[in-house]
């Protein structure tokens, strides 16, 4: 939160933003669905692929904030298990893109301690993508700064498909079969996500108020922030204003609110107990 302040002059746009932000309630995790490319571009009559080169500025915007911020992982959805239905040009300008992103950003996120991760099935990757983008991965694995999980052939359902696997896996190699239970925290320890807090925000560009099988698991209890803006469009004040409004919510995780819910049940618990004791 400080090196962010420090980055801003007083007066200067996104200042007053900033000020406005609890630092001591920031998000520990924000994960976004980074979506309307191809909308951005359809409104300039430009093809879809102009709306994705147009989305990696916000990507550096974001990254850079969060890395400011203190923001402890940002999860990007970069390209979904469903998203090899779009047109075979399309998909290969997506790959020529992460390349570009990977050789462009690797300086800057080295320079501010970031740590690269990718989650997804990286497997179906085209060879020359799943190499690049495991030396980057590899060369900011000793970064302790903001940690960026790029979700990349990702799919939710495939990611606890894959986690139930290699439980199964595990407890044939150590005969362990016949005994087995799994349990939410067994299945948390076996996400792409393990060493991940889940996410305290998502949140989707575009307008769309759907999941498009995102982290299913892990966001059982994030806040969701859905914004009309288009992707290419998503600032730094947008992200700021995401976090204004995620201050705002109160978190219950089925529970009741905090403050004052103690003295409020058990007043009305004795009033209760009064009116039901026979006069
Ligand atoms: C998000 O933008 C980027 C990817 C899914 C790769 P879209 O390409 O989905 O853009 P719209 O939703 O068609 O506008
Ligand atoms: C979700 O956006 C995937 C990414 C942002 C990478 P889509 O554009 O693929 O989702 P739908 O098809 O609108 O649900
Ligand atoms: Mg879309």
Redesign the pocket.
Known sequence: MKALLEALQPGEKDWDLAQAIDPARLPAHIAII???????AGRRFLP?VA??KA?IGPVRTAVETCARLGVKVLTLY???VE?WKRPRAEVET?WRLLRYYLKQELPELQKNDIRLQAIGRLDALPAQVRRELDAAVDATSANRGLLVNLAINYGGRAEIVDAVNSILEMARLDGSIQTLKIDEDLIATCLYTASCPDPDLLIRT?GEMRISNFLLWQIAYSELYVTDTL?PDFTRTDLLQALLEYQKRDRRYGGLSGAGVDTEAKSAEESLLASLRPS
Not at 34 to 40: E, V
Request: a positive charge; proline letters at 0%.
């Open positions: 980074m979506d309307g490319n191809g909308r951005w879809r709306g994705h989305g970069a390209f979904s998203n997506l575009s992707w």
